[in-house]
């Protein structure tokens, strides 16, 4: 509808005068930022920003250093999950869900980021109804130091592996991830010129964000420092150099909150950093399981899916996911996990088990979800009529034998030396004759009882014997969670198949069955011997004895020959 006359010349005067503080809609913002250090704001600023408009700002700065982006002024459209008008930091140039540092609005400023790389974006966006004076942010290049607030990351000395510079300070303050729990540094490589009480060039830890907090160790030469566990969500790393005399310097990986973890209980379960949701890009992340003496761990797969395999190499060249036997990444190989996988179940051969996450700089996943449980080691061996089981002392050491038993508590286990042993009949101890796989076998429950106070505990293994071919087996079948881990594997024993701590002759059962029908077969052909001779010798003498021989003489040549 058209307008025309004083009046409708009136009305636009008044709807001009009305707009004319109001923000503009779609201007042009954002770019690349390559200078060391600069400033950038939301369009505007200090007046409101314009609506619905989007900017990017993309801070490269040289290689070899990373970004410190801190804000002086912040003043969003607030909504409690950011929905309307916000602002991301992404560490790297990708907008990929793994590199997003935090996702902000209302009034309270983000905190100070540091870059994994030297590359950082920024993503301010503003939807069509109320406007904010927005933000002022500064960034830096920080070769040396700075806020590290990622779930885990990687720190070296300047110029590393390079001598480091004279005359350097830097500190490297570690935390602020929001996950609340301690922070573990490691370092890989270490070289910084020794001294006397580190007086010169040292590397110094304090359990918090400052200088001020307790110091938990000051450290130089050329021998690695201890892996360093602090009390509190925050790590500051302060590396010094004096005038002269340098070193290659140091390497460190931290990790914190949902990125490491030590498990000491006998099942647990775990999962990657915001499982179900999509992990952070550039993480190490470790999980350690170290069980008591003569356990083995066994790492059940609930749940996987991470980037997938090389289309060059066809290998797990991106995300992945591996384990290695033993505490530490030098251990051997269990394996190595990419994409979609749905891994069978691993057992370490030792007491202890690592497993490592790795991520790049792009394309995140859901991760995945882990159940373990330490497998008991033990020998399960049966004759034609019993069962077998022998259990190392040191594997169960807190436990009393009569938690170890077989069918019922009855038929408990007894201590012979240094083993749990269970010798038992197969007419006893709920012991059952079943028919699988059209094989007749003798089945029974193992039951290991780790029970304390009100909590139930009770692990099952089904132990089966084969009698015409003497073979048995065990399997685990209540651990972690049995409605989830149907498929259960058998488990043989590492120690019977890499003959570990039981001798020989304790793990080698006695047939008995076996034994007495041979028995039983030799002293019947002795009898019979005995008997042919004697019809033999008295033969002559006696005619009714000629007659019986001659009759039943064939037959009984006839069954000695088949026999023999």
């Not at 300070?169 to 609340?180: A, D, K, L, N, V």
């Not at 050329?222 to 390497?251: C, E, H, M, Q, W």
């Not at 079948?477 to 590492?494: K, T």
Request: charged share 20%; proline share 6%.
């Amino acid at each position: 509808m058209g307008c025309a006359g004083a009046g409708c010349l009136a009305a636009l005067a008044v709807l001009c005068g009305a707009l004319g503080d109001a923000p503009s809609r779609g201007i042009k913002c954002g770019g690349v930022l390559s200078a060391p250090s600069g400033n950038f704001s939301s369009p505007n600023f200090p007046g409101l920003y314009p609506y619905e408009t989007e900017c990017t700002w993309l801070i490269v700065v040289a290689e070899g250093s990373s970004v410190l982006l801190s804000f002086s002024h912040f003043e969003l459209e607030y909504h409690a999950a950011c929905a309307y008008d916000y602002l991301q930091v992404y560490n790297g140039a990708a907008r990929d869900r793994g590199n997003l540092l935090g996702t902000f609005c209302g009034h309270s400023p983000p905190p100070p980021f540091s870059s994994a790389w030297h590359v950082m974006a920024v993503v301010f966006r503003s939807d069509r109804h109320v406007a904010k004076r927005g933000f002022a942010a500064a960034y830096r290049k920080d070769a040396c130091g700075g806020q590290l607030t990622g779930l885990s990351g990687e720190i070296t000395s300047p110029r590393y592996p390079e001598s480091y510079p004279n005359d350097a300070e830097c500190r490297w303050s570690i935390g602020g991830t929001g996950s609340g729990g301690p922070l573990t540094l490691v370092f890989a490589d270490f070289q910084v010129e020794g001294g006397q009480g580190c007086g010169f060039d040292y590397v110094a830890l304090f359990d918090g964000p400052t200088a001020a907090a307790p110091r938990l160790g000051r450290y130089c030469g050329s021998a690695r420092p201890p892996r360093t566990v602090s009390s509190t969500p925050y790590l500051l790393v302060l590396f010094k150099s004096d005038f002269n005399i340098g070193g290659r310097g140091f390497k460190a990986h931290f990790y914190s909150g949902e990125c490491q973890e030590v498990f000491t209980t006998v099942k647990g379960n775990f999962s990657s950093p915001r499982y179900p949701n999509f992990y952070p890009n550039n993480l190490k992340c470790q999980w350690s399981i170290q069980l008591p003496a003569g356990y083995r761990v066994k790492v059940f797969f609930l749940d996987m899916e991470l980037e997938g395999r090389s289309s060059l190499t066809g290998g797990c060249d991106y995300d992945h996911l591996a384990a290695f036997d033993g505490g530490a990444e030098n251990g051997s190989l269990l394996g190595r996990w990419c994409g979609r996988e749905n891994p069978s179940p691993v057992t370490s051969r030792s007491n202890q088990l690592l497993l490592v996450l790795h991520t790049d700089r792009n394309t995140a996943k859901r991760g995945f979800s882990i159940a373990y449980v330490g497998v008991v080691p033990m020998n399960v061996s049966c004759t034609r009529t019993d069962f077998h089981i022998q259990i190392p002392v040191q594997s169960l050491a807190h436990l009393e034998r009569n938690r170890i038993y077989l069918g019922t508590p009855s038929c408990a286990a007894q201590v012979v030396g240094r083993n749990f042993k269970i010798h038992t009949r197969f007419d006893t101890c709920g012991t059952e004759s079943q028919k699988r796989n059209n094989t007749s076998v003798i089945v029974s429950t193992l039951y290991i009882d780790f029970s304390a106070a009100d909590r139930e505990d009770v692990h099952q293994y089904e132990v089966q014997c084969e009698p015409k071919r003497k073979e048995a087996s065990v399997t685990l079948i209540a651990g972690p969670d049995p409605s989830r881990l149907s498929q259960a594997e058998n488990l043989v024993d590492a120690q019977q198949r890499e003959g570990g701590a039981t001798d020989a002759h304790q793990t080698k059962s006695q047939d008995t069955s076996d034994i007495v029908f041979i028995s039983i077969c030799i002293l019947a052909g002795l009898l019979m011997v005995i008997a042919v001779v004697g019809l033999v010798l008295l033969t002559p003498r006696c005619p009714p004895l000629r007659a019986l021989y001659q009759h039943h003489s064939r037959s009984l040549k006839l069954w000695a020959r088949r026999f023999w």
